[in-house]
C-alpha cells in the first residue's frame, strides 16, 4: 500500500490523522509516523516561515520511485507507507512533510521510515525559501538533482 500527495498550504494543511487511517491494519504490528515542522532558528537566522516550491509530477515521481527501491534494497514487502508533502508559505509549528510506514516489525518500519526521508531530502525536486524576522529571505541550497562524477 502507498500513497504520496502534494498538498498546497493554502487550499489544505497537512492532517496526521489521514496518515493514521492510511497506514491502520492489523496486518502490522509497528507503525512510525514522521513529521517534519518549520522551525524558529536555522543558521543563526531568527525564522518566520518557509515557502515551500515543487515540481509536482517529478516530486510524485521520485516518493514513488523511492517506495519502489526501498522494497528492492531493504526486502521489506509487507508494508504501508503515505508521503504529504505541503507547497507553499508555512508559518513556524506547521508540517510540512509527513511519512508514515506501517510494517511487521519494529526495525523495519524504524529503517524505512528513516531510508525514505533521507531519500527524499537527496532527491526530490523540492526547494524551500526561508523568511527571516529581518524581512530578508534566502532559497536554502538543497541537493543537486544530477550528482556530477568527481
Not at 498538498?7 to 489521514?18: E, G, H, V, Y
Not at 507553499?88 to 512533510?97: M, N, T
Request: with cysteine.
Amino acid at each position: 500500500m502507498f500513497q504520496a500527495r502534494i498538498l498546497d498550504s493554502k487550499i489544505r494543511k497537512l492532517i496526521i490523522q489521514d496518515a493514521e487511517k492510511f497506514i491502520s491494519s492489523s496486518d502490522f504490528g509497528a507503525s512510525i509516523i514522521f513529521s517534519g515542522t518549520v522551525r524558529k532558528n536555522n543558521n543563526n537566522k531568527l525564522v518566520k516561515g518557509i515557502t515551500y516550491d515543487t515540481h509536482d509530477a517529478l516530486v510524485i515521481k521520485s516518493f514513488d520511485e523511492i517506495y519502489r527501491e526501498a522494497s528492492e534494497k531493504l526486502k521489506i514487502l509487507n508494508k504501508a507507507v503515505f508521503i504529504d508533502h505541503a507547497k507553499g508559505y508555512l508559518d513556524l509549528g506547521e508540517i510540512s512533510i509527513i511519512i508514515a510506514v506501517a510494517c511487521k516489525h519494529r526495525d523495519e518500519a524504524y529503517i524505512l521510515s528513516r531510508y525514505i526521508i533521507e531519500e527524499i531530502k537527496k532527491r526530490s525536486p523540492i526547494w524551500k525559501k526561508e523568511h527571516y524576522h529581518n524581512e530578508e529571505s534566502d532559497w536554502l541550497k538543497g541537493n543537486p538533482l544530477v550528482h556530477e562524477n568527481n
